[in-house]
């Protein structure tokens, strides 16, 4: 099975039971292979998110040191990071969808699991449409 790369939507979807996509979440992790991976930038997100419907952010914690997801590090990639933030200015990107775009191509093998439609905008290396694990046709 391929590499899952974990954006915010999904996660706080999973973790906070009144999210439009509560069920959709529940199902589709249920059916991950191990392995999917995550990055800080939305990490971060899916904390403050979570916390805002009174879901303890050590929670999200816990289930990372679990190793569900494993997350990786993009400490090396900021002027790649940069050069996608100005690409897609115009949608606008914000810095983890960018991190995220950023993971699907060092992981060309892998498809991003999101609720975000912005990601039928993006492209990989530019060009490279970005398989998806979403609740929406695309």
Request: aromatic letters at 10%; charged letters at 25%; hydrophobic letters at 45%.
């Amino acid at each position: 099975m391929k590499p899952v790369i974990l954006d915010a939507g999904p996660l706080v979807a999973w973790f906070c039971p009144r999210d439009e996509h509560h069920r959709w979440a529940r199902r589709v992790f249920t059916e991950l292979a191990p392995g999917s991976i995550i990055c800080e930038p939305v990490l971060t997100e899916v904390c403050h998110l979570v916390a805002k419907e009174g879901v303890a952010r050590g929670h999200v914690i816990e289930s990372i040191a679990q190793g569900r997801p494993k997350p990786v590090f993009l400490g090396n990639e900021w002027a790649s990071i940069a050069k996608l933030l100005y690409s897609y200015a115009d949608v606008p990107m914000d810095f983890a969808d960018a991190c995220l775009v950023r993971l699907a191509e060092l992981y060309p093998e892998a498809v991003v699991c999101t609720t975000d439609k912005d990601f039928l905008v993006y492209r990989r290396l530019g060009q490279e449409r970005i398989p998806l694990i979403a609740p929406f046709g695309g």
